[in-house]
């Protein structure tokens, strides 16, 4: 099976930076995209940006400019930077990865998540 641990949350200062890191390990034969989600209290979980092993990324309208999504295919480990941040940004955020990943009876194309980080950014 597949674990994905995600660390880097905390509290941070509005127009602060923080930077989230995410390990996928476990048994894996190739993980094709991954990508952070975060869910803001009563609200739908969101994307925020994902990368492809390519290196293609996708943001949302809302962080572009101030979030940079990278990842260390070697490591299977994904990164977030995430600067100025606002208030609005408060949300526990979680790691996704989906690739041909172990499973108890083999191999398949499957996705996992994290159990998330809390981000807290205060004004």
């Known amino acids: 099976q597949v674990q994905i641990l995600e660390s880097g949350g905390g509290l941070v200062q509005a127009g602060g930076p923080l930077r989230l890191s995410c390990v996928a390990s476990g048994s894996i034969f190739s993980i094709s995209s991954m990508g952070w989600y975060r869910q803001a209290p009563g609200k739908q979980r969101e994307l925020v940006a994902t990368i492809t092993s390519g290196g293609t990324t996708n943001y949302a309208d809302s962080v572009k400019g101030r979030f940079t999504i990278s990842r260390d295919n070697a490591k299977n480990t994904l990164y977030l930077q995430m600067n100025s941040l606002k208030p609005e940004d408060t949300a526990a955020y979680y790691c996704?990865?989906?690739?041909?990943?172990?499973?108890?009876?083999?191999?398949?194309?499957?996705?996992?998540w994290g159990q998330g980080t809390l981000v807290t950014v205060s004004s």
């Open positions: 996704n990865a989906e690739g041909i990943l172990g499973t108890a009876t083999g191999y398949r194309y499957l996705e996992v």
